[in-house]
Structures are given as C-alpha cells and as structure tokens.
C-alpha cells in the first residue's frame, strides 16, 4: 500500500470538472470541498471520494477539491490520477 509522498493535482476548473489537489497528511483522510452543488451534492461527492481512495489503498491524504459539477465517473477518475502522481507513477 503505497501513500502519497508528494503534492500532486489532476483535472481542470473548467465547467463540468473538477481540480483535485491532494498532498500527504501525518494521519487519516482530510478533504477540503469547494463546489456549485454542494448544498445538493456534498454527501455524495465526499463518499465518491472516500470510496476512491480506499480503492487505491489510500488510508493518509489531504485533498482540496474544487468541483463545477463534474459527473461522478470524473470525479473519480480526477481523484485515481490525483493519487498516482502523488505516489509518483505519473
């Protein structure tokens, strides 16, 4: 299980996007969300998150997550990007 060793970023602030900024943490998962439906969608978004990085074994992170109503399949895709440049596999 590889953790993130560097600061890293994947997407765009384009409209129906979203730009993921993850870096490492000393303990847990911190997520930082800034988005146009967060008050519809902000559950969804953090689990989507959450379920990513756990899928990529990622158990120690911060990530800044800037959303302009990206689909949830971006959203993941962004964050699996996000944390392989940040495990330098880029």
Same mark, same amino acid.
């Given at each position: 299980?590889? #953790?993130?060793?560097?600061?890293? &970023?994947? +997407?765009? @602030? #384009? &409209? ?6 993850? #870096? ?8 930082? @969300?800034?988005?146009? %439906?967060? /008050?519809?969608? +902000? #559950?969804?978004?953090?689990?989507? %998150? *959450? ?5 990529? +074994? %990622?158990? $120690?992170?911060?990530?800044?997550? &800037?959303? $302009?109503? /990206?689909?949830?399949? %971006?959203? *993941?895709? *962004? ?5 392989? *440049? +940040?495990?330098?596999?880029?």
């Amino acid at each position: 299980m590889a #953790e993130i060793i560097c600061p890293a &970023s994947a +997407g765009t @602030l #384009e &409209s129906s996007d979203v730009y993921v900024e993850i #870096e490492p943490c000393a303990q847990g998962i911190e997520i930082s @969300l800034e988005s146009v %439906v967060k /008050a519809q969608f +902000g #559950e969804a978004i953090e689990s989507a %998150v *959450r379920e990513t990085l756990a899928a990529c +074994g %990622v158990e $120690r992170a911060k990530l800044t997550i &800037s959303d $302009r109503g /990206a689909l949830d399949c %971006v959203l *993941r895709a *962004r964050v699996e990007t996000a944390v392989a *440049r +940040g495990r330098g596999q880029d």
